[in-house]
Nanobody
Framework: QVQLAESGGGVVQAGDSLRLACALSDRILSSHAMAWFRQAPGKEREFVAAIRWGYGTTVYTNSVKGRFTISRDKAENMVYLQMNSLKPEDTAVYHC????????????????WGQGTQVTVSS
């Protein structure tokens, strides 16, 4: 079973950028997808972005389109989330997850999760 480990979170000011990384412990299939979700205190886990491992096609939630970019490095088994123009409402714990069923916005479709990395954006 692949394991995931996120890094790159921190405390920044509104308008700043951060790059999150998710390290995979092993290879996954081209048919799988990787995604970033986030969870703020008292709220449900929210879809942010996903990428198909094989083709590299991507999908984003509307609130981050044009500001966030998800990418993957298949050779290094890494997934990244470049976050620009950060806003206070982006504050959350960010988790990466693996779906065996292609990319989807539903957290229940992801069977492996990392421990998360905290992103705090001050105004």
């Amino acid at each position: 079973q692949v394991q995931l480990a996120e890094s790159g979170g921190g405390v920044v000011q509104a308008g700043d950028s951060l790059r999150l990384a998710c390290a995979l412990s092993d290879r996954i299939l081209s048919s799988h997808a990787m995604a970033w979700f986030r969870q703020a205190p008292g709220k449900e886990r929210e879809f942010v972005a996903a990428i198909r491992w094989g083709y590299g096609t991507t999908v984003y939630t509307n609130s981050v389109k044009g500001r966030f970019t998800i990418s993957r490095d298949k050779a290094e088994n890494m997934v990244y989330l470049q976050m620009n123009s950060l806003k206070p409402e982006d504050t959350a714990v960010y988790h990466c997850g693996r779906s065996r069923r292609g990319y989807t916005e539903y957290a229940a479709e992801y069977d492996v999760w990392g421990q998360g990395t905290q992103v705090t954006v001050s105004s």
